[in-house]
């Protein structure tokens, strides 16, 4: 599935210079087991974990950039996301972790570094950084997810009792696709009321935040540790 997505001067150009990033993506061991069904239990484990770990911490990033935004709606949007959709979302990982199939996987008890250097990277952008700089840094973690998401949950419906079914169908979920198109315009609004050295600072962590998609689904995959 090929979605269109419509996008603006700045999210078309933060789009395109993540392209390289999102076609190693794509390729990422982890997403192409996931959609096909082949994803060892161990693996899905801990990345159902270190996703939780990070939507806790994405979840304050996104409540601090409702206190700080410069309208209602952007607030209310913001304020939505981080009590509605990723709240969701965690009910979704806490509903999988108790089937009977994962019960026997190990499960890590703390975040894994690139888990923690990722949310630890985004609540800086939105604590201290401008608004705007924030909302380019918390974006990936929605259009990356609803574009890849939507490709995954195809490939796995055409698997005939896919363990991890229910997991890819919710990213093709019209309600998270929906959320994701007010975020990018958003993202639009917020380049547009700034200077080209703001838009600078937004691009630049658009693309780290979209690096940062890249290695949590390759750490996971790796089952990431600390050395110390």
Known sequence: MTITWTTGEFSGKAWEATAEIRRRIDELPLLVELADGSLDVNRFVEYLVQDDFYLRGYTR????????????????????????????????????????A????PRPTVASPTTRAYVNMLQTMTAYEPYEVGVAAVLPCYWVYA??????????SAVKDHPFGNWAAAYADPVFQNETRRAIELLDEAAAAVDDATRERMLTAFIDATYYEEQFWAKSYDQETWSV
């Open 61 to 100: 990033a996104l409540a601090m950039l409702a206190t700080r935004a410069p309208s209602p709606e952007a607030a209310g949007f913001w304020a939505g996301s981080a009590s509605g959709a990723v709240a969701a979302e965690v009910e979704m990982h806490a509903g999988l972790m108790s089937d009977p």
């Open 102 to 105: 994962l019960a026997g996987a």
């Open 147 to 156: 574009d890849v998401g939507a490709r995954l949950a195809e490939t796995a």
